[in-house]
T-cell receptor
Framework: DQQVKQNSPSLSVQEGRISILNCDYT??????FLWYKKYPAEGPTFLISISSIKDKNEDGRFTVFLNKSAKHLSLHIVPSQPGDSAVYFCAALKAAGNKLTFGGGTRVLVKP | GAGVSQSPSNKVTEKGKDVELRCDPI?????LYWYRQSLGQGLEFLIY????????KSGLPSDRFSAERTGGSVSTLTIQRTQQEDSAVYLC??????????????FGPGTRLTVL
């Protein structure tokens, strides 16, 4: 029972363009959603999060959008840079819970 | 400041042996988590420590897995009688607040465990 899904295993985008990563979830009890970036042989690095009471959060080049009715969130990276090439994980958290539930990840390749 | 550190970075062991993986969380972080990432899989929660409270062990896959956190800081994950399916990257994370506050978890570089 995969509660958080990232249906696109990979994404290729040209430098300077927008990268859009999508994430769907099934459990309406999640209170927070987070995005992490992971380079090979390193641990995940926190990027940005959003509370379930909001529909948008922006931090520099990164914006996360939340559509609760559709149980869908997305991460926009504008403009994309070659250093953004990594695996991106969507994760969800219940306020009453003790763990992050992760999606399977999306590998992003930004071409110069 | 120093981030989460883990040791060893790589561990190769034979099936049936016991292994210990170590995690040093960020100083002052009260919450500590263990996850693992098997090949081609997402991150899977294993165990959570918060202060002096009893740990949440709900993610441990079998009774061969155990973890402890001494003095509210360093944690050790022990896998007894390792099996080939235990091969994965084991990641430790820490956080300065309880999960209910939505605080992000900061991850270490992981320990890559290979069971031959």
């Amino acid at each position: 029972d995969q509660q958080v899904k990232q249906n696109s295993p990979s994404l290729s985008v040209q430098e300077g363009r927008i990268s859009i990563l999508n994430c769907d979830y099934t459990n309406s009890m999640f209170d927070y959603f987070l995005w992490y970036k992971k380079y090979p042989a390193e641990g995940p690095t926190f990027l940005i999060s959003i509370s379930s009471i909001k529909d948008k959060n922006e931090d520099g080049r990164f914006t996360v959008f939340l559509n609760k009715s559709a149980k869908h969130l997305s991460l926009h990276i504008v403009p994309s840079q070659p250093g953004d090439s990594a695996v991106y994980f969507c994760a969800a958290l219940k306020a009453a819970g003790n763990k992050l539930t992760f999606g399977g990840g999306t590998r992003v390749l930004v071409k110069p | 400041g120093a981030g989460v550190s883990q040791s060893p970075s790589n561990k190769v062991t034979e099936k049936g042996k016991d292994v210990e993986l170590r995690c040093d969380p960020i100083s002052g972080h009260t919450a500590l988590y263990w996850y693992r990432q098997s090949l081609g899989q997402g991150l899977e929660f294993l165990i959570y420590f918060q202060g002096n409270s009893a740990p949440d062990k709900s993610g441990l896959p079998s009774d061969r897995f155990s973890a402890e956190r001494t003095g509210g800081s360093v944690s050790t994950l022990t896998i007894q009688r390792t099996q080939q399916e235990d091969s994965a990257v084991y990641l430790c994370a820490s956080s300065f607040a309880t999960p209910g506050q939505g605080a992000p978890q900061f991850f270490g570089p992981g320990t890559r465990l290979t069971v031959l």
